[in-house]
């Protein structure tokens, strides 16, 4: 309630200053999925981003037709990987002759793990990704060979567990022994690669909601991620969009799974913290 | 393989010292990124030492793998040709703004006379973090890069932004 009224008086404000009092306060479009699940696309910005007052989901940068693709889960093409990955789950591979389900019953016992995702691993020492966790289960619990983080298991894998915390807020751990890798991913944000000299904030901090030719720029949060991206027509990571960008830039890129990009994964993610998970989302 | 020999030629130049200057007008001198002087960010200099062309400074403008100048900037004069970006500002009037050193040193490299500026720099071959091979995503193959445009096409882009007059 006070969030609606703060947002009328924004726009009354954002009226008053344009001196235009004919322009009317255009009315936002709302995420809901299958007419249950409201989604947070637009919140206040994490204390940490001091460039951002408020933080949206790449969603409200897309077209109708593009938006509606994600609002029933029947017209989202990203559950069919969903449903392959349910199978799997099920299935018993490895030596040791397990199935995801031998351990975790169903699929909804992973509620909360893409909201924290990356997160840092005491055992292993270092900050983690949904990859990173499945393949441990893969090969040390299941004896099974590690899937390839490009692989569409793993891609397919990630989305159904994605899946289970859709809705909840982002809410990825950046201080204690995490901070030093967000530290590292912060400054990559921030640096200008490549012949073209881009940084991630160039176009995505300082200039979103801008066109660049025919591309409407977003703030390049990672809150859908596993994505169902039209243009590729599968799901991709937040580790290949990674590498396209910097790529897009003229410069030799990093690779999926680098250090450089689970680093650059945990900053951008905490860029979200407060939007809702929405994997897996549908962009063009 | 121009490039290479226009580079060879100026060598030659500086080696003969100022005796070599009949010869600089005879090849047309054009002055390699590395010998650009930027004056408070203005090149009074022409980089190629032959006038710009304004039809083909218009192509460079809207050319993707060119200058695609329009990606970022809007320019009216340009309207039939889709898609104007929105992160830089409008073009329009720029030919009356700026003078042709001026403009030459925006082109060239626009962070000579605006210091945080997004704008890529044109005529530049070094100093920058992780260079690819073009849009490969894999690594340079040379310690240099070819600049983003040649010495004539940003001479003929300052010569189409010279055109526009609000």
């Not at chain 1, 009317?24 to 809901?32: G, S």
């Not at chain 2, 070094?126 to 040379?142: D, E, H, L, Q, V």
């Amino acid at each position: 309630m006070r969030s609606i009224s703060l947002r009328i008086l924004a726009s009354v404000t954002a009226l008053a200053v344009m001196g235009s009092l004919s322009a009317m306060a255009e009315e936002l479009p709302e995420l809901v999925i299958n007419e249950d699940i409201e989604m947070v696309t637009r919140t206040k910005a994490p204390a940490h981003l001091e460039n951002l007052d408020e933080i949206r989901s790449g969603w409200t940068f897309r077209t109708k037709e593009t938006q509606a693709f994600q609002m029933d889960d029947f017209d989202n093409p990203g559950m069919i990987f969903v449903d392959q990955a349910l199978d799997t789950w099920e299935t018993v591979d490895g030596a040791a002759g397990k199935s995801c389900a031998s351990c975790h019953e169903g699929p909804e016992s992973m509620a909360g793990m893409r909201a924290s995702m990356p997160k840092w691993n005491d055992d292993a020492g270092a900050v983690w990704t949904m990859e990173m966790y499945i393949n441990d289960c893969r090969e040390n619990r299941m004896q099974a060979d590690a899937w390839g983080w490009k692989s569409q298991p793993m891609l397919n894998m990630n989305a159904l567990i994605s899946l289970q915390s859709r809705g909840m807020p982002v809410d990825v751990k950046i201080d204690g022994p995490a901070q030093s890798t967000w530290e590292k991913g912060k400054e990559m944000y921030y640096t200008r690669y490549g012949q073209l000299e881009l940084s991630c904030a160039n176009c995505h901090e300082q200039n979103y909601d801008n066109y660049i030719r025919a591309d409407h720029l977003s703030q390049g949060q990672i809150n859908g991620f596993p994505v169902y991206r039209l243009k590729q027509a599968n799901l991709i990571t937040s580790h290949n969009r990674f590498r396209g960008c910097i790529r897009d830039t003229r410069a030799e890129t990093f690779s999926e799974g680098s250090p450089e990009f689970i680093a650059l994964e945990l900053y951008v993610s905490s860029r979200g913290n407060g939007l809702s998970v929405e994997a897996p989302s549908v962009r063009n | 393989m121009r490039y290479g020999k226009l580079r060879a030629g100026a060598t030659a130049l500086a080696a003969a010292g100022l005796g070599a200057a009949f010869f600089g007008s005879a090849l047309a001198a054009e002055l390699a990124p590395q010998q650009v002087v930027y004056d408070e960010g203005k090149v009074s200099e022409s980089l190629s030492g032959v006038p710009g062309d304004v039809e083909a400074g218009r192509k460079v403008m809207i050319t993707r793998g060119q200058g695609n100048c329009i990606a970022c900037h809007e320019v009216t004069a340009l309207k039939e040709v889709p898609f104007h970006g929105e992160v830089g500002p409008t073009l329009d009037g720029a030919g009356e703004r700026w003078s042709e050193a001026e403009l030459r040193g925006i082109v060239a490299n626009s962070k000579m006379t605006f210091e945080d500026s997004m704008m890529p720099s044109f005529y530049k071959v070094s100093g920058y973090i992780r260079p690819g091979n073009a849009f490969t995503g894999k690594a340079a193959k040379t310690a240099e890069l070819p600049p983003l445009l040649t010495a004539q096409q940003i001479e003929d882009v300052v010569a189409y932004l010279l055109t526009l007059k609000e």
